[in-house]
Nanobody, 120 residues
Framework: QVQLVESGGGLVQAGGSLRLSCVAS????????MGWFRQAPGKEREFVGV????????SLGDSVKGRFTISRDNAKSTVYLQMNNLNPEDTAIYYC?????????????WGQGTQVTVSS
């Protein structure tokens, strides 16, 4: 079975930083594009970022561009989301995803999510 396990969420003050990690198993990680989505209370699910299987191509949502970065370590089957200059609008459950990424990202697998709370 495919399993994606997130970690690194928590409570942080505005202006602070967090790094989320996601460890994948049950798939060929080095040939799978990985991404992050988030969902805040009262809002629709939002695309955060994606990274191609090789790490050559990345894409970030407009609301996080310039503050967040996505990276991966294929030797560890792990994808990361570095979040800097956090603000309360970043409060959400963050989900790790895996799937196909050609001209668009099509997630096939989802993690259980990890809570990020940013205090003002």
């Amino acid at each position: 079975q495919v399993q994606l396990v997130e970690s690194g969420g928590g409570l942080v003050q505005a202006g602070g930083s967090l790094r989320l990690s996601c460890v994948a198993s049950g798939l060929t990680f080095s040939s799978t594009a990985m991404g992050w989505f988030r969902q805040a209370p009262g809002k629709e699910r939002e695309f955060v970022g994606v990274i191609s299987w090789s790490g050559r191509f990345t894409s970030l949502g407009d609301s996080v561009k310039g503050r967040f970065t996505i990276s991966r370590d294929n030797a560890k089957s792990t994808v990361y989301l570095q979040m800097n200059n956090l603000n309360p609008e970043d409060t959400a459950i963050y989900y790790c995803t895996g799937g196909r990424y050609t001209n668009r990202f099509s997630p096939d697998y989802w993690g259980q999510g990890t809570q990020v709370t940013v205090s003002s």
